[in-house]
């Protein structure tokens, strides 16, 4: 059995606009605005205490903000309380009741709206069948796994047929293979119901897996919203370039120059970046797996910047082997593919680091 009434709903949009929140004085939000579009799935990325939990509240209608508004499908929700908001929100523990069977979970939110009982059966057949628990539903939580109460969680939420679906780090309390299965589920189901879906996680590898776009927080405020090849590929600032992936991070002077920047350094000497504008203290990012190792006296390709080092560690990661390089006294990482038959390097040799100038981000210090 299917939701109709849910594929066939109206995808809204999500407006926060310039909203700000302090708790005794202490600011937790400052002016954030974002938009989600109808039927996205968005996350919200960010270290612990960056305020995205606090900001999906706000959404949510159980905290309310200082200043600003939100809006749900074009109405102002900001003074409208939670449960007029049409939203479902699955919490990270899924708060379930232990004494309550699988079914009598999915179906609390439908009894609270007073729905008759034979449409109270239909929706919480169909929504256990749309998570693949329709054989569950006698079972009490104590008696899945965790895997399976995040899905009765999620029926429990989609059965009230809501405009907005908010997932408060709904993975974190699972092991690393079922966060990898379930993430895929809960992409497949948003697909499914096309409902607009913000998700909360501190995990960058979740967001950037199954997000359309995602906007990163630090200390209250938004650093960057993008697609996730934009966050990696493109970051704003040093913050999302360090937090985002992993990241090379050299210190050095900048100064301009025809066509772009010189940038000089104790660790990679001089790289000229096309393109680039800066001057003064100056930082750049670089990518481990833009970064090629060549033995030491072997050709080198003429377009990279080249720099001798020394094999400090390796890690054999599967598709790719990670080099630790020491490089005039600081540490570079490199990332290259794993094949059968390419040439590995153990800690001690010497080996020549070469860095792409296209693939180079440049930062102020």
Known sequence: MQLPAMEQSVKVKVEVSDVSLAYDRTPVLRAVSVTVEPGEFFALLGPSGSGKSTLLRLIAGFNQAQSGRILIGGEDVSRVPPWRRDIGMVFQNYALWPHKTVAENVAFGLEERRLPKHAIRTRVTAALELVGLQDYGARRPGQLSGGQQQRVAVARTIAIEPK???????????????????????LALQR????????????????????????????GVIQQIGTPIELYDSPANRFIANFVGTINLVRGRAARSDGGVTFESPAIGRILLPGAVGEGAAEIAIRPHAIVLAQSGAATDPARTWVDGTVEAREFLGEFVRYVIEVNGAEITADEPHFSDRVTYKPGDPVRVGIDPARVKLFPA
């Open 164 to 186: 907005v679906l908010l997932l408060d780090e709904p993975l974190s309390n699972l092991d690393a293979k079922l966060r990898v299965y379930m993430r895929a589920e809960l």
């Open 192 to 219: 499914k119901l096309g409902i607009t879906t913000i998700f909360v996680t501190h995990d960058q590898e979740e967001a950037l897996s199954i997000s359309d776009r995602v906007a990163v927080l630090d200390g």
